[in-house]
């Protein structure tokens, strides 16, 4: 996939997922799949394969109504993508509305065209997102 059908594709993604939850996206992801959230994340450490990716997703489900994710950025180098994005919800319990700024960094496996990587980090963790952007 050139830089474009990249972009195109995780800007689907992202509507995808608001409107309709994690298995709408699965197919996105490798089998074995790793999600990375830094040790300052309110659940740290690193979940493997498809179903530590969907508890990532029930776990942010379940506690907030998403509305939707603006895409600010993506930024495409090699197999990787730098997803600058904020998300628009509102506490399901509560109903406080929420808005959070953050960071995703794909790593594509290029021989299935899918991600095999996607790590987290907060709007205060930019510099730490450019850095796993920027490492081969």
Not at 4 to 14: D, K
Not at 50 to 72: H, S, W
Not at 73 to 79: A, D, I, N, P, Q
Not at 87 to 95: D, H, T
């Amino acid at each position: 996939m050139d830089a474009a059908e990249v972009e195109q594709r995780l800007r689907v993604v992202y509507a995808q997922l608001a409107e309709l939850g994690y298995e709408a996206v699965r197919d996105m992801f490798t089998d074995d799949v790793e999600y990375v959230n830094p040790p300052n994340a309110v659940e740290p450490g690193i979940r493997q394969g498809q179903e530590g990716l969907r508890a990532v997703f029930d776990n942010i489900e379940d506690a907030t109504k998403v509305m939707n994710y603006e895409i600010r950025s993506v930024e495409v180098r090699g197999h990787k993508a730098l997803v600058t994005a904020r998300m628009l919800g509102e506490g399901r319990v509560s109903g406080v509305p929420m808005e959070a700024t953050f960071f995703h960094v794909f790593t594509f496996d290029p021989e299935q065209d899918k991600a095999r990587r996607l790590a987290w980090f907060s709007e205060v963790e930019e510099e730490a997102a450019r850095a796993e952007f920027a490492r081969g």
